[in-house]
């Protein structure tokens, strides 16, 4: 049972990548407290961990080399099916962990990364499905 499917997927991995780019430049232009060159690489970091999480999971199932024999092809979809389950755990955890820093500390700074778990999520989403449609 699917919750969304592959094309749902896409459409709010776009539409969060929008999200991201927005936040990335309000960093840019209302954090004045750090350098402009080190917002500039803030903004490339935080824009390139969210599409290189999301491109990371979403692109193992492409791999046949799991599928040369019976064992491979069972043990390797399961260890696959478990990597893909840790990361949508772990993106959760992370958005928990980007919330509670931000308001105990009282840096919302913080908040202008909150996209960035959820590439991991999309992308981990984005895994299981494909095995679950194999």
Do not use: Q
Not at 3 to 32: A, C, E, M, T
Not at 69 to 84: C, D, E, H, R, S
Not at 117 to 128: E, I, Q, R, V
């Amino acid at each position: 049972m699917e919750i969304i499917n592959k094309n749902d997927i896409k459409k709010y991995y776009k539409i969060f990548g929008y999200i991201n780019l927005i936040f990335s430049i309000l960093l840019v232009l209302f954090i004045p407290d750090i350098d402009f060159k080190e917002r500039i690489i803030t903004v490339i970091t935080i824009n390139v961990g969210y599409h290189m999480l999301y491109w990371f999971f979403s692109s193992i199932p492409k791999d046949s080399t799991r599928m040369n024999n019976n064992f491979n092809k069972i043990v390797g979809t399961g260890m696959i099916k478990l990597f893909a389950i840790f990361g949508i755990v772990c993106s959760f955890t992370i958005i928990y962990f980007f919330i509670s820093k931000a308001i105990s500390e009282k840096e919302y700074i913080g908040l202008f990364g909150i996209c960035i778990p959820f590439g991991l999520f999309f992308g981990a989403y984005s895994l299981w499905v494909d095995l679950k449609n194999e």
